[in-house]
Every structure is written in structure tokens, then in C-alpha cells.
Nanobody, 124 residues
Framework: VQLQASGGGLVQAGGSLRLSCAASGRTFSTSTMGWFRQAPEKEREFVAGIAGLWSSTYYTDSVKGRFTISRDNVKNTVSLQMNSLKPEDTAVYYC??????????????????WGQGTLVTVSS
């Protein structure tokens, strides 16, 4: 099982970026998947998650209304649309997945598979 994250870059405050996570090795159509981020000298934190047959979504408070997580079951990808970016959103963003059948969790230690990370830098 591999997860490949892409889409990071440098953007001005107020701008947008779209991150994508391509999964291979098995289908993740109903699995719990999430995006986490880690800023320098800070702990990895939950950003957004999607889980279950109905693709329920979850967000940390600081990104609600600005970020949208979605999945494409045909392409076996999960995306994170990030709008109205702020300098405090600057971090390395990681996609992650839980083993099949596991419920949504906001704790990074609960995730079994991780992508390599993609850097998002928001300038003021």
C-alpha cells in the first residue's frame, strides 16, 4: 500500500491550493483517510478526514469553511481543496489512511499508512 501526496507549493495569503493523495495497492473507497500537517517545531496535527460509506467529513476548527476534503473512488484519490490560505497554514501536509474497517480518528497514531508529505508555504 502506497500513498503519494502532491500539490503543495508557495502561495500568497488569501490564495488557494489543491492537494491530492493517490493511493495504490488496494482500494480506499470506504476507508478512513485524513490529512495532517506539521509545522516546524510543532507536533503533527489533524486537518481533515473523510470516512465511511457515505464519506462523512471532519475538520479541525481552524480550517472549517476554508478547506474541503473529498475523494474520487474511481481514481482512488483523496483531495484537499484549501482556500483563503493563511500564513499559519504553512506546514508539511501528509495524507494518511487507516486499515480497512477502522473508524475515523483525529489522532495520527491511529493511522496505518502515510504519504511522503508535501510542503505548503503561505506568504503574508
Amino acid at each position: 500500500v502506497q500513498l503519494q501526496a502532491s500539490g503543495g507549493g508557495l502561495v500568497q495569503a488569501g490564495g488557494s491550493l489543491r492537494l491530492s493523495c493517490a493511493a495504490s495497492g488496494r482500494t480506499f473507497s470506504t476507508s478512513t483517510m485524513g490529512w495532517f500537517r506539521q509545522a516546524p517545531e510543532k507536533e503533527r496535527e489533524f486537518v481533515a478526514g473523510i470516512a465511511g460509506l457515505w464519506s462523512s467529513t471532519y475538520y479541525t476548527d481552524s480550517v472549517k469553511g476554508r478547506f474541503t476534503i473529498s475523494r474520487d473512488n474511481v481514481k482512488n484519490t483523496v483531495s484537499l481543496q484549501m482556500n483563503s490560505l493563511k500564513p499559519e497554514d504553512t506546514a508539511v501536509y501528509y495524507c494518511a489512511a487507516r486499515a480497512y474497517g477502522r473508524n475515523w480518528s483525529r489522532y495520527h497514531s491511529d493511522y496505518d499508512y502515510w504519504g511522503q508529505g508535501t510542503l505548503v508555504t503561505v506568504s503574508s
